[in-house]
T-cell receptor, first 112, second 117 residues
Framework: DAKTTQPPSMDCAEGRAANLPCNHS???????VYWYRQIHSQGPQYIIH???NNETNEMASLIITEDRKSSTLILPHATLRDTAVYYC?????????????FGTGTRLTIIP | GAVVSQHPSRVICKSGTSVKIECRSL??????MFWYRQFPKQSLMLMAT?????????EQGVEKDKFLINHASLTLSTLTVTSAHPEDSSFYIC?????????????FGPGTRLTVT
């Protein structure tokens, strides 16, 4: 699986949009970009995933660049409960066999 | 989304004893389950992949005789830490793969905090 690079930490004011970047310059054509988050002392929570097109769900939006070498997770109106470590993961398309490999992630702190 | 549970949520045991952690998929059948370990302020490290009815596949450096994994049914996998030592104290997290049409999403349990004294 391709490696990802994320900033180790970010702050965002409550109510503002949190934009979390991820670089995955070695991503291959059949690899998806996944985002998970982990709130302190809990299991990771799935947020969103995408292949080429931008995606949106009730939690967040995922913007993938045209060359797919980077992406941005957007939390449109951050709340204090969004404070967590956010992991960007690239995973192959052979869903039956591949596993999720976690990097160090971005520790997002929402400031009141 | 699908729900994965773990039991117990916390366990304290004495050095040399064995501890069993259960992972259940509550509303779906999981042919594949994963076990991760997380030390304080570190990321999740995959320990092993278990497929229902077959032997688990362990990641490099993980002792299969120490971390026994059983995936006897489509909704239950267990991790037994045998002859636990203080260095095995960690946060153990399981996840289960839910097969959807054309994709397999992976959902995580809440984790089990193991403390070995």
């Amino acid at each position: 699986d391709a490696k990802t690079t994320q900033p180790p930490s970010m702050d965002c004011a409550e109510g503002r949009a949190a934009n979390l970047p991820c670089n995955h310059s070695t991503i291959s054509g059949n690899e998806y970009v996944y985002w998970y988050r982990q709130i302190h002392s809990q299991g990771p929570q799935y947020i969103i995933h995408g292949l080429k097109n931008n995606e949106t769900n009730e939690m967040a939006s995922l913007i993938i660049t045209e060359d797919r070498k980077s992406s941005t997770l957007i939390l449109p109106h951050a709340t204090l409960r969004d404070t967590a470590v956010y992991y960007c993961i690239v995973r192959g398309g052979n869903f039956g066999n591949e596993k999720l490999t976690f990097g160090t992630g971005t520790r997002l702190t929402i400031i009141p | 989304g699908a729900v994965v549970s773990q039991h117990p949520s916390r366990v304290i045991c004495k050095s040399g004893t064995s501890v069993k952690i259960e992972c259940r998929s509550l509303d779906f059948q999981a042919t594949t389950m994963f076990w991760y370990r997380q030390f304080p302020k570190q990321s999740l490290m995959l320990m092993a992949t278990s497929n229902e009815g077959s032997k688990a596949t362990y990641e490099q450096g993980v002792e299969k005789d120490k971390f026994l994994i059983n995936h006897a049914s489509l909704t239950l996998s267990t991790l037994t830490v045998t002859s636990a030592h203080p260095e095995d104290s960690s946060f153990y997290i399981c996840s289960a793969r839910e097969p959807l049409a054309g994709a397999y999403e992976q959902y995580f349990g809440p984790g089990t905090r193991l403390t070995v004294t």
